[in-house]
């Protein structure tokens, strides 16, 4: 006859289990939000692209109402005024 085997609940072994479970978890939602924190940081880089772009043809509107000749075509009526969509 032989002896049958008893079986055993390891406790630092499902301590262990657990703890590793939890660690690959967070590990898991960590890198959700490094992917999610990337793509919000494309998305910004790609806003501020614009923004500068939209400010460069500012700032030559600008310099364009600062020369005196510019502004007098302007405001006879012989030159529109500078917008955000008109190239000077």
Do not use: C
């Amino acid at each position: 006859m032989t002896a049958r085997r008893r079986w055993r609940f390891r406790w630092r072994r499902a301590v262990t289990l657990i703890i590793g479970a939890y660690l690959v978890y967070w590990a898991g939602v960590s890198v959700h939000h490094i992917l999610a924190i990337r793509a919000e940081e494309q998305t910004l880089t790609r806003q501020i692209a614009v923004v500068r772009k939209d400010n460069r043809v500012l700032e030559g509107d600008i310099r364009a109402l600062h020369n005196p000749r510019t502004l007098k075509r302007i405001l006879t009526g012989q030159a529109p005024l500078p917008t955000i969509t008109t190239v000077p």
